[in-house]
């Protein structure tokens, strides 16, 4: 995993640490964008499929691919902030040729595409054996697991989201590496554009995989479910929250959860923060 640096929110403008994902080429060196800390951040308002990729290139084989775009969850507002990265630099035309199938003068191969997109392009999702990265990002200052749930367990595999179906995988996962169990997986039917539930002994959790942040009676209504069912209320969200329904569900004591593209969710409040200490 790459340092931690802090990014400063550009909503509430507090320090939030942030470790840049480590991705795999395809030479087998790992590929870390090279943030571009002098730039502000500027808020997600609204979430596009060619917006959330920049591309980035291997130094040590020089392959460009497209990656996930950095972004972090701000642990005080809720807010995901988008993070400038450095574009790549242009080949130096009087380099030796490498060779055909090698590099083309952009600085991929031109018979492999190396990034967590693949062969596909904005208007056709990629296949589901495309790459996923290496390590994820830490969002916020997390405190220390002093609970021994959470010393026991191992570090969260992330699942790179492509689609509405990757979050409710990546939500169902993460709720059953929290430790709840017999949490469903999504089957082959239609993910709808709205938030999902998922169900299971103790826990009812909404995934949300629009575009628009949550809002307030977004999270009274799972907060409703979990009361009538006696179970633990948690929101999942690509998108963030309002500042209402943050001050809710602080006041109702949900977690939330923000999911960045490398498929790591992120606590953004003191509840979140709780239950990844205790666990289920």
């Not at 942030?18 to 395809?26: E, G, L, Q």
């Not at 492509?162 to 059953?176: C, E, I, N, S």
Request: charged share 20%.
């Amino acid at each position: 995993m790459a340092e931690a640096v802090p990014v400063r929110c550009p909503t509430c403008r507090r320090e939030n640490a942030y470790s840049a994902p480590v991705f795999p080429c395809a030479c087998g060196s790992p590929v870390v964008p090279p943030l571009n800390l002098a730039a502000p951040t500027v808020p997600l308002t609204r979430r596009t499929w060619s917006d959330s990729w920049v591309a980035v290139r291997c130094d040590a084989c020089g392959r460009e691919g497209e990656w996930p775009r950095p972004e972090v969850g701000c642990g005080s507002c809720g807010t995901v902030a988008l993070i400038a990265v450095h574009p790549p630099e242009s080949v130096d035309p009087d380099a030796p040729d490498p060779g055909p199938g090698e590099r083309s003068e952009s600085g991929a191969r031109d018979d492999v595409r190396t990034d967590a997109r693949g062969p596909a392009s904005a208007e056709h999702p990629p296949a589901a054996d495309s790459p996923t990265p290496t390590d994820h990002p830490a969002a916020t200052d997390l405190p220390a697991a002093t609970d021994s749930a959470a010393a026991d367990r191992a570090p969260f595999r992330p699942v790179t989201i492509r689609t509405g179906r990757d979050a409710v995988v990546t939500a169902a996962l993460y709720l059953r590496w929290l430790g709840f169990r017999d949490v469903p997986r999504p089957d082959g039917s239609a993910i709808p554009s709205a938030a999902v539930d998922l169900r299971a002994p103790g826990v009812i959790a909404q995934v949300d995989p629009t575009t628009v942040p949550a809002g307030l009676r977004a999270v009274e209504c799972v907060w409703l479910n979990g009361l009538t069912a006696s179970a633990a209320s948690v929101y999942f969200s690509l998108a963030g929250y309002t500042t209402q329904a943050r001050e809710r569900a602080d006041h109702l004591g949900i977690p939330l959860f923000v999911m960045d593209l490398t498929g790591t969710p992120q606590p953004v409040n003191d509840p979140a923060d709780r239950l990844i200490a205790s666990g289920a």
